[in-house]
């Protein structure tokens, strides 16, 4: 028998792989904008349109690994540009061009409504209960990773 523990993780691992493949098709089908692109304009949305490369990798979920090639791609795309940070001339920023900002709006029309299709299959009482006990997990994790 597992224990809570490994089911938790077991369940989230298998969520993930079954529900981002289909997210992305969704997202990529309307918009034309990979997940992994989209990652990177919400974290640069968030952030007022502006990150050094180092914030940036920190911040995005799906794509850590690829962030530099990731960003290469979205400003051949004329979406994101890069910018010389004038206080270290070993890093750069990443900015939100104004057509990065629109693809990145028209893109969260399609996502947002698409994760509630794929992630509201449960009563909202119970959906209340994983959020919070999935913040709280994530809380935990944070504050073990603070203390190493």
Request: glycine share 6%; proline share 4%.
């Amino acid at each position: 028998m597992h224990s809570d523990a490994e089911r938790i993780w077991d369940s989230l691992l298998r969520f993930e792989a079954l529900v981002l493949p289909r997210l992305d098709r969704t997202v990529q089908r309307a918009t034309g904008l990979p997940l992994t692109w989209y990652d990177v304009l919400l974290e640069l949305w968030l952030a007022d349109g502006r990150l050094t490369m180092g914030e940036l990798g920190e911040r995005v979920v799906l794509s850590r690994t690829r962030v530099s090639r990731l960003v290469d791609e979205l400003s051949r795309a004329g979406l994101v540009v890069r910018e010389a940070n004038p206080d270290d001339g070993r890093s750069s920023f990443a900015a939100l061009t104004p057509e990065g900002l629109r693809r990145f709006q028209a893109a969260r029309k399609v996502y947002l409504p698409a994760i509630d299709d794929e992630v509201g299959r449960l009563p909202d009482a119970e959906l209340a209960v994983v959020a919070e006990g999935l913040e709280r997990l994530l809380a935990a994790a944070r504050a073990a990773d603070d203390e190493r």
